[in-house]
């Protein structure tokens, strides 16, 4: 079995090295045609045209980079570098790294919506709907949003929300942020 494999691969390596011997003629046959003028043209007039070819002028000129003291768009700006850099690190304010205990710490400020207040003995808690409609009393000191979001202050018509944001560069930024409740637009038509 093995032999006849061996036989059969010979065989056809001999037959391929073969075939590509086959047809090697001189292609002189073909360039004549093409370097001959055809025959209603004059032979010189041939010759005259084909080497009187149009001169181009090629005009040198200086070319000169002149972004050498712009920024290299392939490196980082400065300062990023200054913030990776071991001798700069700054002591900087960071957030409590803390898990999602309340349900509004999932949901950016942005999808919150301020939908009412319940008054009790001047004590204000805010409702807050989630982007599923979900409606969610908040009061003072609770965590809102994914930014470690906190509500500082509820007033009878809105609420404030201390919010952290990374800068970029490792330290973070704190943001103040109102939640506004939006009054009914009400439209009277006049009877007649």
Known sequence: MMKTNLWRIAVIS?????????????????????????????????KVKSLNLPKTHIEESLVVYLAYSSRDPFSLPPIALLAESPLSLKACWQPKATTIQHELQRYPLEQLHLKGMISRDAQHTALLQTPNGKVIAVAEGQPVGVNYGRVMRVSATQIEINESLPDGLGCWKRREVKLVLQQPSLDIEKSK
């Open 14 to 46: 001999t037959l391929l090295l073969v075939g590509c011997r086959a047809h090697q003629a001189s292609l002189e046959h073909l360039r004549e045609p093409i370097q001959s003028p055809p025959p209603d043209v004059d032979g010189e007039a041939w």
